[in-house]
């Protein structure tokens, strides 16, 4: 099976590079030769598994160009890391946010840009948690919550990080009870600014990513009032931070609340908003509106103010499957190498090694089968696009009126299995 040569590389790069041959090759290691003898044993091609469970040879060539790209740029690696500090590894963190966002912005193949995201998202999950803040909830809710006029206001900015995003939800005394949520936006007709406001401690801002050193802005979901009158919950743009400076804006206290078990490199933090105000336009207005006078459309349904979090929470099942390859690999390959006992034999051949690995690897497989035939691997993988399940929730909410998907997404989802990663947004329909 050919790989991606030196020509292709060099269209792409300006380098050089051809992935290794599966198999041996010229090592004489004995690690590697046993690594060889057990893929040789297999009852299957182990090289067409890889291909099958990829979504294709030409996809894995992707993925293994994309692996290439990553270990020899510097600033994209992560080396050493658990001899960096908490700040360092979290600066070391957004260094390779920014340097993939000038890489990816330099591809010009979307296929290439697709896979050298997944692998990244793949290889440092504090990478994968800063994009998908950024580039997925905060992006997808101003896409779905806002109007065209503000989604093309944002587009561009969003995409080229000019702006960093985060998604305020969650609150300290009320986690996933939204009904709860303390954080109010009063409309001031005079000013035509909404105030946001944390009513007491307990509507602190609370475990948002992104929020404790590094964005500038947010979707806040708040209780919007009128005339005294509490209207439900509504998403507002808020900026919480200088874009040159990284002060934080009047009205806006945030923080760090430290160091996640595993992932050092994040930033999740609180925020406090205190009678902040921002312009009337930074409601997002695609399905309830304030008007100037204060006349208030309501949403069709108040569930759509929830729709962005679909995609997430279908997330979960394509999350699971990435982790658990990557520990199982390390734990079944090592298994294969490691050799103990009388006759120095291979510890993957004890039963109880086997037996604490093997079951787990088998749900691997139905995990990820069960997330390609419910359709929503191309959508959430490296970073969980949702727009068909918001334009399939919002088809459910709102009997009667159109919801067209765009039509690259329906000949993407009805050609392929395992489709292709898609990346980029589409403007509002």
Known sequence: MAHLG???????????????????????NEEMATMAKERSNASFPSREMTYFLDGGAEQTRYYELANTLISRD???????????????????????????????????????????RRQLAIYDKSYSMRSYVHRVIFKETIW??????????????????RIIGCFAMTELGHSSFLRGLETFAVFDKERQEFIINSASLTATKWWIGMAGEVATHTVALCNLVIDGKVKGLHWFLVPLRDQ?????????????????????????????????????????????????????????????????????????????????????TISVRYGAV??????????????SHQFQLFPTLATLYGVLFTSKYVRWAPFVLPFFHTTPFLL??????????????????????KNTWPSPLITTPHPPA
């Open 244 to 328: 040159n400076t990284g002060e934080l804006l009047p009205g806006i206290t945030a923080g760090f609340v430290g160091a996640r078990a595993g992932r050092h490199g994040l930033d999740n933090g609180w925020i406090q908003f205190t009678h902040a105000r921002i312009p009337r336009e930074n409601m997002l207005m695609k399905f309830a509106q304030v008007l100037p006078d204060g006349t208030y459309k309501a949403l069709p349904n108040q569930a759509l103010s929830y729709a962005t979090l679909i995609g997430e929470r279908l997330a979960a099942m394509e999350e699971i499957y990435a982790s658990l390859a990557q520990v199982l």
């Open 6 to 28: 030196d020509t292709d590389a060099k269209e792409y790069f300006g380098w050089a590079h051809a992935p290794p041959a599966a198999g041996l090759g010229a090592s004489k």
């Open 392 to 413: 399939i929730t919002a088809k459910r909410l709102l009997p009667g009126q159109i919801f067209k998907m765009p039509s690259s997404r329906r000949e993407t989802r």
């Open 338 to 351: 490691r050799r103990q006992g009388e006759q120095n034999q291979q510890i993957l051949d004890y039963q």
């Open 74 to 116: 510097p600033q994209l690696m992560k080396e050493r890391f658990f001899d960096l500090t908490g700040p360092e590894n979290r600066a070391k963190t957004m260094e390779q946010v920014r340097r993939s966002n000038a890489v990816l912005n330099n591809i010009k193949d979307p296929k290439l840009a697709a896979a050298v």
């Open 144 to 161: 779905a919550q806002g109007t065209k006029e503000q989604w093309s206001k944002y587009a561009d900015d969003i995409e080229h990080m």
